[in-house]
């Protein structure tokens, strides 16, 4: 999902999420109305998000972060050794099981994003929101986010990312979505998003698709 500052991008999540009721309109998950369920209720209903800011439990271990989102996750594991071992788990794929016991206030950004990755996975969502997970990354950074992404994606999980980084949107997405002041701009494959005249003049710009041309 794509658009311009303030498109409304990070609200249509807290929508989907329960975090705000919408206005009018309805959000339907796998043949359910979820309109305005609380947030506990969408995650136990499948759907989980990342926060733009990370938002890391910082008086708690890592481990002990994630194992927040498996006890109030889709399902309900039972036991502190089950816990710890589904959390075990999240955070193995997310490649930071090494700092497993190290307090969450001290790791790096890039580290923080993977936490905040792993608390939302253990939740076990089957769609999973990620709002620009890759900002405020370095280059190796982002490249191994976006790889954590497909391998995410290869395991089932339904993923819809907010994200500024053109080159990274058109590197994994399958179908982009373009937000602008609220409404829907455009939908569809990233090849067409690309050319879309609409997308370029509220959106990518001129330079930046010429600048993208000459590096293929």
Known sequence: MIGPNGAGKTTLFSIIAGSLAPTSGAVAFRGRDVTGVKPFEAV?????????????FKSMTVLENVE???????NKVRGSAAVRQEAEKALELVGIAHAANTSAANLCVGDQKRLELARTLAAQPELLLCDEVCSGLTENEMLSVLELLCRIR????????????????????DRILVLNFGQKLAEGPPGEIQNDPSVIEAY??????????RER
Not at 47 to 53: E, G, K, P, S
Not at 68 to 74: A, D, K, N, S
């Open 154 to 173: 290869q395991l089932g999980t339904t993923i819809v990312f907010i994200e500024h980084n053109l080159k990274a949107i058109l590197s994994i997405c």
């Open 44 to 56: 136990r209903a499948g759907i989980a998000r990342t926060h733009q800011i990370v938002r890391p």
């Open 68 to 74: 927040v989102g498996v006890r109030f996750g889709r």
């Open 204 to 213: 990518i710009g001129k330079t930046v698709v010429a600048e993208m041309e």
